[in-house]
C-alpha cells in the first residue's frame, strides 16, 4: 500500500481536470484505461468526497485498477502526481544522462521510471545557456552521412551505452518479437481440403447413417508449438549484456500471438537459477528486480558445465520435452573443466530441438575461438551467432525459424581445424 501525505487544495480547485490528466498518464504507462473509467472516476470520488487521502487513493484505485499486475505501476504514478513535487523532480533527474562517479541519492522501485515517463511525456527539457562571444561566427554541419538516432542505437554495443541510451534501448527491445513456426504433429484436426483420410471420423459419421459411408471425412497435422529456454550467463563479464537480453525475454515471454507454447528462462553464473515465474510479471521492472534478487550469482564467477549438469539434471525433462529450442547467452569463458563441459553440452544439444549459441565476444572482428571454453561448446551448437546490440537481436529474430541457419559456427569452427 502506497504511504501518504496531507494534500492541499489550491483555492481553486479544478479536481476532474486533474483526475482526467491523471487518468491520462495511467493509460501512457500502460493502463487500459477509457473515457468511462474517467467519468466514472469522478462520480466515485464526488459520492466518496475528498476528507480522507486513504478514501481518495482506494476510491482510484478501484475505478483504475483491474489487474494485479497494474498497482505497482498506479501507486508510482499516484506518488508522482498527487503527493511529493521532488519525487518528480528526482525522476526527471534520473531519465537524464548519468555522470560516471556520481551516484543517485536512492535507486528506482519497480515502475518508477515508467510512471515518471508517462507523466513526463512531451515535456521539452530547457537545454543549458551558453555563452556566446559577441562577433561569434555560425557553424555550418553537415550531417549528410550521419546515421539517425536509431540506427545508430541498434548498432551500438549494449556496454557502450548511456544510461539514457540504455533506456532508450529497453523501450525497443520490448517492441521486437521472436517468431517461430508451428511443428507438425501426429495428431490431426477436421480440416474439408486435408490431405489425410480421417477414417475414424468417417465410420462414426457412417454409424448414424446405418452404416453407409456417404462422405469421406478429411484431416490435416495439428500444429504445435515449441518452447523457449533461455539460458543466460550472469556473470561478472556478461552482466551488461544479460540485463539486455533479460528485458528482450520478458517481452518475448509477455508477447501474445509470438507462437511459443511456453517461455523458460535460467540464469547462471556459479549455481543455475529459474525465474520462469518472474518473467510472467507484466511490469518489466519488478520482473527482473525479482529475478535478481534470487539469483544471488549476479556478477560473480562462471562455472557453464557444472550449471548445465544441475540443468540436465532437474529441469531437461520439464522444459524440452516438446522440442524446445534452446537460446544459450553466454560468453564462453568457463572455469571448470573441459571434459565435464563438452559432456553437458552434448546432452543439452541432444535434448533440444535447436540450440543457438549467442556470444557477445561475436562484436570483435578478430575473434577467433582461442579460450578452451568455447573450443569444447563450438562443436555442439546449430547456430553461433553474436548478441551485443539491437541489431544482432534483431537477426536472431529472422533466423531463429530457419533450420539451415548456423552463423558463424563454420566459418569458427574451420579456423579451429587450421
Not at 575473434?367 to 551467432?385: C, E, N, W, Y
Request: charge should be positive; hydrophobic fraction near 40%.
Amino acid at each position: 500500500m502506497a504511504e501518504h501525505i496531507p494534500l492541499e487544495l489550491p483555492d481553486a480547485p479544478k479536481l476532474s481536470h486533474n483526475i482526467t490528466y491523471f487518468a491520462r498518464a495511467l493509460r501512457k504507462a500502460g493502463l487500459p484505461i477509457g473515457p468511462g473509467r474517467v467519468i466514472d472516476a469522478i462520480r466515485a470520488v464526488e459520492a466518496a468526497g475528498f476528507t480522507r487521502k486513504e478514501d481518495f487513493y482506494w476510491t482510484l484505485h478501484a475505478c483504475f485498477v483491474s489487474k494485479p499486475e497494474h498497482r505497482a505501476v498506479f501507486a508510482q504514478v499516484f506518488r508522482l502526481y498527487w503527493r511529493d513535487p521532488r519525487y518528480l523532480e528526482h525522476m526527471m533527474a534520473m531519465m537524464l544522462p548519468a555522470v560516471r562517479g556520481v551516484q543517485e541519492e536512492r535507486t528506482a522501485q519497480s515502475a518508477e521510471k515508467r510512471a515518471a515517463e508517462a507523466l513526463l511525456d512531451g515535456v521539452e527539457r530547457d537545454a543549458p545557456d551558453v555563452a556566446q562571444e559577441e562577433g561569434g561566427s555560425e557553424i555550418e554541419v553537415d550531417a549528410s552521412l550521419t546515421m539517425s538516432a536509431e540506427e545508430r542505437l541498434r548498432t551500438l554495443d549494449f556496454e557502450q551505452m548511456s544510461t539514457d541510451e540504455v533506456a532508450r534501448a529497453k523501450r525497443m527491445l520490448a517492441r521486437l518479437a521472436l517468431p517461430v513456426k508451428p511443428i507438425p504433429s501426429r495428431r490431426g484436426k477436421a480440416d474439408a481440403l486435408g490431405r489425410q483420410a480421417d477414417w475414424r471420423r468417417t465410420l462414426r459419421a457412417a454409424m448414424r447413417q446405418g452404416g453407409d459411408i456417404r462422405a469421406l471425412a478429411r484431416k490435416s497435422p495439428r500444429p504445435r508449438w515449441p518452447n523457449l529456454v533461455v539460458i543466460c550467463d550472469i556473470s561478472g563479464s556478461m552482466s551488461q549484456y544479460s540485463r539486455m537480453v533479460l528485458h528482450f525475454l520478458h517481452a518475448v515471454a509477455n508477447q501474445k500471438g509470438a507462437g511459443w507454447a511456453k517461455v523458460h528462462g535460467f540464469t547462471f553464473g556459479t549455481r543455475l537459477t529459474n525465474i520462469t515465474r518472474h518473467l510472467a510479471t507484466r511490469d518489466v521492472d519488478a520482473a527482473l528486480r525479482a529475478a535478481g534478487s534470487e539469483a544471488q550469482d549476479w556478477e560473480g564467477g562462471t562455472r557453464i558445465g557444472a550449471c548445465l549438469h544441475d540443468f540436465n539434471r532437474d529441469w531437461s525433462r520439464r522444459v524440452m520435452g516438446q522440442g524446445a529450442v534452446v537460446l544459450l547467452i553466454t560468453d564462453g569463458l568457463d572455469r571448470g573443466t573441459p571434459e565435464m563441459l563438452a559432456k553437458e553440452m552434448e546432452r543439452l544439444h541432444l535434448s533440444s530441438r535447436r540450440l543457438i549459441w549467442l556470444n557477445p565476444l561475436l562484436r570483435w572482428e578478430g575473434f577467433a575461438p582461442k579460450a578452451q571454453g568455447i573450443r569444447t561448446m563450438l562443436p555442439h551448437v546449430d547456430s553461433f551467432r553474436a548478441g551485443h546490440s539491437i541489431s544482432t537481436l534483431e537477426e536472431l529474430a529472422e533466423a531463429i525459424s530457419r533450420p539451415d541457419d548456423v552463423g558463424e559456427k563454420a566459418r569458427l569452427l574451420a579456423a579451429v581445424g587450421e
